[in-house]
């Protein structure tokens, strides 16, 4: 893991667990002995917030161990969170450490236990970081528990504190157990080669729980046995057959989970993975994202229940470019496509209406709520003048074919859509050298109607959800205007940008290849976030941005303070729900990984 993963996931950690250094104000006051510890209760709330952070990622890695498919982290991912915890663990004791020295009373008999275990905690948490030994976690898992039965202790000798408890009976309802058992096993070999270890495996009878390595050293291996005295009378067996072998005994760990789900503590991870279809590129989410389409490099969509069940797989053309669901309760279809976008009901997959067909693959597709439409678009078929016209095409959520002003003839590069809650429909298209934004509303306007013309070669254009205000981007900068009076709001933010965004409460996101800008809705730069390599922007509940090929990072509206969510491998696609409250991507072009946000 880079250094920059590390440092975000060890201030998720650390902010997480010293939230409360910033609430002292907030705690009852201290009756102690003038020779005892002070500070103590704020003490207290940082190690249950240690123990609540570690409980919760325990919840996840148990279910991963155990083949869970939700809620699960994955062992690589505990292993980076146990090292930014250990690195906070290692502060709080050092706070103990000197709150402590030459202090007597009971709080302090109390707090240098909790300190010298969380410790053991931290110790057993980075082993297990190292080397994923079973055994380590079995370890933490019993850290963990002995944690909160200290830190109850330690309750008992300190002012009420109902924040605390409510910590206490949060992080403890979270169960996770081990459970460990020995198993035995016969080895035989080696052997020069493996298939003549194969043949040593059927001589002996080859049993079904017999097995022989493909790579030296050349080896069988029979079991493993539940006990010890069962392999040693096979053991013996073999001995009569002139077959020397040894028997080994080693530690079998099983983990389970039970309690409520820890979603506000495990939202950077992963609610639920699903397996797709290999070399799959590209997801959409219904709008509250419990479905999932998934577009492959062969053109199958896969579409996903609720419940993670593979529901229909069709095939369309290859080159899948677009994906988008339609906002109708229980009535919803989906698109997918490039240069052919067909139309398919939910759950079957069955084709519904006329599809349309582009000259070139197809760049944006919007689903507009209020006049329940699809609206695509598309370049020329080089995106060049001598390559055609661009088009942009709308159907009905059942398919249907719309009438004027569709088709949409545009300019050979192509047109910028966007679209307000209210269904206008925006479009902006580059000539002689200006960007031209027009708008219509399908069902009432036959043409488009001009709205701004912006200098310079179109690149990006978003309009907020209400209507207000709009922002495009050109080869001359980005900028930001309001719809009903662009003259004298017209204003350049800033250079040119990759994307823009609005959020629902009229922030502007400017994306960049080093940087995030948030812009407040009276114009001026609210803060501004670094990046690496800055390359996709989907704004919900807050901003999602894909930072180089393995890092999706989500956004603060506040501050900006970046969160890295644990997608755990290569992004292909990074999508939103219409909600704002799933987060969507494709990992390893084979997974499907989704979050929820806070």
């Given at each position: 893991m880079s250094?920059a993963?590390?440092g975000?996931?060890?201030?998720?950690?650390?902010?997480?667990?010293?939230l409360?250094?910033?609430?002292d104000?907030?705690?009852p006051?201290?009756t102690v002995?003038p020779n005892d510890?002070?500070g103590?209760?704020?003490?207290a709330?940082?190690?249950?917030?240690?123990l609540?952070?570690?409980?919760?990622?325990d919840?996840?890695?148990?279910g991963?161990?155990a083949?869970?498919?939700?809620r699960?982290?994955a062992a690589a991912r505990?292993?980076?969170v146990?090292?930014?915890?250990?690195?906070?663990?290692?502060a709080f004791?050092?706070s103990?450490?000197?709150?402590?020295?030459?202090?007597?009373?009971p709080?302090?008999?109390?707090?240098?236990p909790?300190?010298d275990?969380?410790s053991d905690?931290a110790r057993?948490?980075e082993?297990y970081?190292d080397?994923g030994?079973?055994?380590?976690?079995a370890r933490?898992?019993?850290d963990?528990?002995?944690?909160?039965?200290?830190l109850r202790?330690?309750?008992?000798?300190?002012p009420k504190?109902?924040?605390?408890?409510?910590t206490?009976a949060?992080?403890?309802?979270?169960?996770?157990?081990?459970?460990?058992?020995s198993?035995?096993t016969?080895?035989t070999?080696?052997?020069a080669?493996?298939?003549?270890a194969?043949?040593?495996l059927?001589?002996?009878?080859a049993?079904?729980?017999?097995?022989?390595?493909?790579?030296?050293?050349?080896v069988v291996?029979i079991?493993?046995?539940?006990?010890r005295?069962?392999a040693d009378t096979?053991?013996?067996g073999l001995l009569?057959q002139?077959?020397?072998?040894v028997v080994?005994?080693?530690?079998?760990y099983?983990?389970?989970?039970s309690g409520?789900?820890?979603?506000a503590?495990?939202?950077?991870e992963?609610?639920?993975v699903?397996?797709?279809?290999?070399?799959s590129?590209?997801?959409g989410l219904?709008s509250d994202g419990s479905?999932v389409?998934?577009?492959?490099?062969?053109?199958y969509?896969a579409?996903?229940n609720p419940?993670?069940?593979?529901t229909a797989?069709?095939?369309s053309?290859a080159?899948m470019s677009?994906?988008?669901f339609?906002?109708?309760?229980?009535?919803?279809?989906?698109?997918?496509?490039?240069?052919?976008v067909?139309?398919?009901?939910v759950?079957?997959?069955e084709?519904?209406?006329?599809?349309?067909?582009f000259?070139?693959?197809a760049?944006?597709m919007?689903?507009v709520?209020?006049?329940r439409?699809?609206?695509?678009?598309?370049?020329?078929s080089?995106?060049?003048?001598?390559?055609g016209?661009?088009?942009?095409g709308?159907?009905t959520?059942?398919g249907d074919?719309?009438?004027d002003p569709?088709?949409i003839?545009?300019?050979a590069a192509?047109?910028r859509?966007?679209?307000?809650?209210?269904?206008d429909?925006?479009?902006?298209?580059?000539?002689e050298?200006n960007?031209?934004?027009e708008?219509f509303r399908p069902?009432?306007d036959?043409?488009?109607?001009?709205?701004?013309?912006?200098?310079?070669?179109?690149?990006?254009?978003a309009v907020d959800?209400?209507g207000k205000f709009?922002?495009?981007?050109?080869?001359?900068?980005?900028?930001?205007?309001?719809?009903a009076?662009?003259?004298?709001t017209?204003?350049?933010?800033g250079?040119?940008?990759r994307d823009?965004a609005?959020?629902?409460d009229g922030?502007?996101?400017?994306?960049?290849?080093?940087s995030l800008?948030?812009v407040?809705?009276d114009g001026?730069?609210?803060?501004?976030?670094?990046?690496?390599?800055?390359?996709?922007l989907?704004v919900?509940?807050r901003?999602v941005?894909?930072?180089?090929?393995?890092?999706?990072?989500v956004?603060?509206?506040?501050?900006?303070?970046?969160?890295?969510?644990?997608?755990g491998?290569?992004?292909?696609d990074?999508?939103?729900?219409?909600?704002g409250?799933?987060?969507?991507?494709?990992?390893d072009?084979r997974?499907a990984?989704?979050?929820?946000l806070?």
């Open positions: 250094s993963v590390t975000r996931a060890l201030a998720s950690v650390l902010a997480f667990a010293f409360s250094s910033c609430t104000s907030g705690l006051a201290k002995s510890v002070e103590a209760p704020k003490l709330r940082d190690a249950g917030a240690v609540l952070q570690v409980s919760a990622y919840y996840g890695l148990a991963a161990l083949g869970e498919k939700t699960t982290v505990y292993g980076a146990m090292r930014g915890t250990a690195k906070a663990i290692a004791n050092a103990v450490l000197g709150g402590t020295l030459d202090r007597t009373g709080i302090r008999e109390k707090l240098v909790l300190a275990g969380l905690l057993d948490g082993t970081a080397g030994d079973p055994a380590a976690f933490v898992i019993s963990v528990t002995g944690g909160w039965q200290r202790d330690l309750t008992t000798v300190l504190d109902e924040t605390l408890q409510a206490i949060r992080g403890t309802s979270f169960a996770v157990t081990s459970k460990s058992s198993q035995s016969i080895t070999g080696p052997y080669s493996a298939a003549e194969k043949q040593a059927q001589r002996m009878g049993p079904l729980n017999g097995s022989y390595s493909q790579s030296a050293p050349y291996r079991g493993p046995y539940s006990d005295p069962t096979a053991s013996a009569k002139g077959v020397i072998n080994t005994d080693a530690q079998s099983a983990f389970a989970r409520p789900i820890p979603n503590e495990l939202w950077r992963p609610s639920r699903l397996e797709v279809r290999a070399t590129r590209k997801i219904s479905w389409v998934t577009g492959s490099d062969d053109g969509a579409l996903f419940n993670g069940a593979l797989l069709p095939q053309y080159g677009v994906l988008q339609s906002v109708d309760g229980d009535h919803q279809t989906f698109a997918v496509g490039g240069q052919v067909t139309f398919l009901a759950p079957s997959g084709n519904v209406g006329e599809g349309m067909r000259t070139g693959a760049t944006q919007l689903f709520p209020s006049t439409i699809f609206v695509a678009a598309s370049s020329g080089t995106g060049l003048p001598g390559g016209p661009g088009l942009i709308g159907r959520a059942d074919l719309i009438g569709f088709p003839v545009t300019p192509g047109a859509i966007a679209a307000s809650d209210a269904g429909v925006y479009v902006g298209t580059t000539s050298g960007f031209d934004i708008v069902g009432q036959s043409e488009l109607k001009v709205v701004a013309r912006v200098a310079g070669t179109g690149t990006g254009l959800h209400s709009a922002a495009a981007v050109t080869d001359q900068g980005t900028y930001r205007f309001a719809l009076e662009t003259k004298g017209l204003t350049r933010i250079g040119t940008v823009v609005f959020a629902t922030t502007l996101y400017a994306l960049d290849q080093t800008v948030a407040g809705t001026a730069v609210k803060w501004t976030a670094p990046l690496v390599d800055g390359r996709r989907v919900g509940r901003a941005v894909l930072d180089g090929t393995d890092k999706a990072l956004f603060d509206p506040a501050d900006g303070t970046a969160e890295e969510l644990g997608t491998g290569t992004i292909n990074l999508t939103i729900s219409r909600d409250r799933v987060v969507g991507v494709i990992v072009a997974r990984v989704l979050f929820i806070p």
